[in-house]
């Protein structure tokens, strides 16, 4: 039962590479994109850090 188990997870995840890595009709896969879009949801996720923060802050008795 446990091959069964290691056969299908091996499957979906090779299916799945493959779907992220397909190149469309732009030549570009899904992968790609992401890479590219990378910095700019790092920017988001410090900028909403920095907010969340200083909102903590705000709320600490001194």
């Known amino acids: 039962m446990n091959i069964l188990k290691f056969a299908a997870i091996g499957a979906i995840v090779g299916l ?30 410090k900028k909403f850090a920095t907010e969340t923060v200083d909102q903590v802050k705000q709320h600490i008795p001194r």
Do not use: C, M, N, W
């Not at 992220?20 to 910095?39: F, N, Q, V």
């Open 16 to 45: 799945g590479v493959h779907y992220i890595t397909k190149k469309g009709e732009d030549g570009r896969s899904i992968l790609d994109d992401l890479a590219d879009k990378a910095p700019d949801f790092f920017d988001q996720a």
